[in-house]
């Protein structure tokens, strides 16, 4: 659980992927895009990825990827980070994070 918190607070924006997962890919495209200023660490190649996936699991209640955090807050998956970018609050939240600079126009 420490090192999952540690890498957390390691950026803005953080997230849990795995080399397979399509809608990780998407996530990571989406900031990209977005000019967010993220890391992510993909757990089937960590050598103790499974152990933090179960951390992050006890830790946020969800075990699946992508599992994203802004501003060392946990918001979910690829549909919550979605909802949030739809409903007009995830600009505000990079912002806020640290992630976008105010210059930044929205995504």
């Not at 080399?19 to 993909?42: D, H, I, P, R, W």
């Not at 089937?44 to 499974?50: L, M, N, Q």
């Not at 075990?63 to 739809?86: C, E, Q, S, W, Y």
């Amino acid at each position: 659980m420490e090192k999952a918190k540690e890498l957390v607070s390691s950026s803005p924006v953080f997230f849990f992927s795995k080399t397979y997962c399509e809608a990780c890919k998407e996530v990571a495209g989406f900031l990209l895009k977005s000019g967010a200023n993220y890391k992510m660490v993909e757990l089937d190649i960590e050598s103790d990825g499974a152990a933090l996936q179960s951390a992050l699991a006890e830790w946020t209640g969800q075990r699946t990827v992508p599992n994203i955090f802004i501003g060392g807050n946990h918001i979910g998956g690829k549909a919550d980070l979605m909802k949030k970018h739809k409903d007009g609050s995830l600009i505000a939240l990079l912002r806020e994070a640290g992630a976008l600079p105010s210059s930044n126009p929205a995504v």
